[in-house]
């Protein structure tokens, strides 16, 4: 089994800071993209930040400058950490991890979803 678990969400005002974790454990297999997402009401999932085995990163247009999202390889964990928050950044946020197994001896990609954490900004 694999769990994403994720932490950090809550209520902040707006030019606040908060820093979501997001730590993987179970038969992941190895892990390659590591990559955080937000979904507002009413609104499509949307990718706020990624990052790769090698540490390139990539972020949204609407969050650049002002979110840093980073990881610990040897705690298989994703951080999001996220400064001067607007409240057009409410929303769930979800962590995705991308890996590949052996599986009958071939590698199979695989994707898993974090259970996601609300973060509120109020102004």
Do not use: H
């Amino acid at each position: 089994q694999v769990q994403l678990v994720e932490s950090g969400g809550g209520l902040v005002q707006a030019g606040g800071s908060l820093r979501l974790s997001c730590a993987a454990s179970g038969s992941i297999g190895r892990i390659n993209d590591m990559g955080w997402y937000r979904q507002a009401p009413g609104k499509q999932r949307e990718l706020v930040a990624g990052i790769t085995s090698g540490g390139s990163t990539n972020y949204a247009d609407s969050v650049k400058g002002r979110f840093t999202i980073s990881r610990d390889n040897a705690k298989n964990t994703v951080y999001l950490q996220m400064n001067s928050l607007k409240p057009e950044d409410t929303a769930v946020y979800y962590c995705n991890v991308k890996s590949t197994i052996l599986l009958w001896g071939r590698v199979s990609p695989k994707d898993y979803w974090g259970q996601g954490t609300q973060v509120s900004v109020s102004s």
